[in-house]
């Protein structure tokens, strides 16, 4: 039973150029949670979804990030125009149930995206 | 707002020698505790978890309990191994609401 497959595990980009990042979340999970990690800080929300619907987008910043979760294929992360301060490790997050229901995420390994 | 205090680290520890990573949140109302770790190479994974007041969680030997007057999960482990050299999230959900929050982190390294 594959756990929940991020990629690319590593992403370079120059500023100004869009970044994509590719989450598939475990088998049976119908819910997925994106979270952002800068250095020297804890893991920040960004944005919950179940298939084809953005449920919480309250952690996303305004403009040039987006999310989707189509209904098939993996969910992802899209970043326009990326800045330096985007450079940061992307997790993303599946669950059978939404979590008030069951309390715990299964993680991926992350997307590291290094700005140049 | 909701948030998670954790000890800052990294933290370097013999082999059989006792671990205390504290954590301290904030919360608006009622909510689950967890502590989350992430080996090497690999995503976080929950290591253990107490959803209401005195509860104990535990697993591979380590222990947190639930104090509500200190506002606090202290992650506590008697006697610790190589093995366990991983980062140690702290990490609160509300029983309402969509997300988690989650202390910076604490690294640990096991020394032989």
């Known amino acids: 039973n594959a756990g929940v497959m991020q990629n690319p595990r590593h992403l370079v980009r120059r500023r100004g150029q869009e970044a994509r990042l590719r989450c598939s979340p475990m088998?049976?999970?119908?819910?997925v949670y994106w979270y952002r990690q800068l250095p020297e800080e804890g893991l920040k929300f960004m944005v919950y979804?179940?298939?084809?619907?953005?449920?919480?987008e309250s952690g996303m910043p305004k403009e040039r990030f987006s999310a989707e979760f189509p209904k098939e294929g993996p969910s992802i992360l899209r970043i326009q125009q990326v800045v330096r301060g985007d450079s940061a490790a992307y997790f993303c997050?599946?669950?059978?149930?939404?979590?008030?229901?069951?309390?715990?995420?299964?993680f991926g390994e992350g997307s590291r995206l290094t700005v140049l | 707002g909701d948030s998670v205090t954790q000890m800052e680290g990294p933290v370097t520890l013999s082999e059989e020698a006792f671990l205390t990573i504290n954590c301290t949140y904030t919360?608006?109302?009622?909510?689950?505790l967890f502590w989350y770790v992430q080996y090497p190479g690999e995503g976080l994974q929950l290591l253990l978890k107490?959803?209401?007041?005195?509860d104990k969680g535990s697993n591979k030997g380590f222990e947190a309990t639930y104090r509500k007057e200190t506002t606090s999960f202290h992650l506590e482990k008697g006697s610790v191994q190589v093995s366990d050299s991983a980062v140690y999230f702290c990490?609160?959900?509300?029983?309402?609401?969509?997300?988690?929050?989650f202390g910076t982190g604490t690294s640990l390294t096991v020394i032989p």
């Open positions: 997050a599946s669950s059978p149930f939404p979590i008030p229901n069951t309390g715990e995420l299964f």
């Open positions: 088998k049976g999970h119908s819910h």
């Open positions: 979804l179940q298939k084809e619907n953005i449920i919480d």
């Open positions: 919360a608006t109302g009622y909510p689950s």
């Open positions: 107490a959803t209401k007041a005195d």
């Open positions: 990490a609160l959900s509300e029983n309402t609401g969509n997300q988690f929050y």
